[in-house]
């Protein structure tokens, strides 16, 4: 079985520019969610995603969005970037909305400048 | 609200000497708990998880951990480390909702 994969795997953008980050969920998960890691942080959750609808969120402002597609795969977008979104941002799959295992892929590490 | 501390941000230890990981966390109600390591340039993965039954939850690796609800604690320990067991490790707790809430982590550096 494949694992969850991210692109890219790094990225760098200036403030105010737009950008997309995608996720590819482990076979046979149908919830993927989301989080931003801070330099020396642990990870905070963004938002989750169940059978394509958006079903939590976390303490993120609304320039944080995300789809998720009938494959289950994922995308995260922000808007007008700020230098404090450098982060590494991870996503993790599971079965179920409720499945407690995160299956986490490598991440994409974005900075902006 | 939940939230998880992690009491060391960073642990040294020797080559096959004992290793206690400390986690607290605070709920008012039943919580699923977790530990995850990262290892660098990787994401997260599962070390361990206790849902209900046994406090002794044992996990990959030769890592364990104990659940004291009294304490509201999630200890991690393994009896003697290797080289290879230097990473981040992440006490997680989720109280049967979607989000998962992770401590600020505690690197755990082994020395030969």
């Known amino acids: 079985e494949t694992g969850v994969t991210q692109s890219p795997t790094h990225l760098i953008k200036t403030r105010g520019q737009q950008v997309t980050l995608r996720c590819s969920s482990q076979?046979?998960?149908?919830?993927v969610s989301w989080y931003q890691q801070a330099l020396g942080q642990g990870p905070q959750f963004i938002f989750q995603?169940?059978?394509?609808?958006?079903?939590g969120r976390g303490n993120f402002p609304p320039r944080f969005s995300g789809l998720q597609f009938p494959n289950y795969s994922s995308e995260l977008n922000v808007n007008a970037l700020e230098l404090d979104d450098s982060a590494l941002y991870l996503c993790a799959s599971s079965a179920g909305s409720m499945g407690e295992k995160l299956f986490f892929g490598s991440g994409t590490q974005l900075s902006v400048l | 609200a939940q939230s998880v501390t992690q009491l060391d941000s960073q642990v040294p230890v020797f080559e096959e000497a004992p290793v206690e990981l400390r986690c607290n966390y605070s709920?008012?109600?039943?919580?699923?708990l977790f530990w995850y390591v990262q290892y660098p340039n990787q994401g997260l993965q599962l070390l361990l998880k206790?849902?209900?039954?046994?406090?002794l939850v044992k996990g990959i690796n030769g890592f364990e951990a104990e659940f004291n609800k009294s304490q509201t604690s999630f200890h991690l320990r393994k009896p003697s480390v290797h080289i290879s067991d230097t990473a981040e490790y992440f006490c997680a707790v989720r109280e049967g909702g979607f989000k998962t809430i992770f401590g600020a982590g505690t690197r755990l550096f082994v020395k030969a």
């Open positions: 709920s008012s109600v039943s919580v699923y």
């Open positions: 206790y849902l209900s039954g046994s406090t």
């Open positions: 995603y169940y059978r394509e609808e958006e079903n």
């Open positions: 076979s046979g998960h149908n919830t």
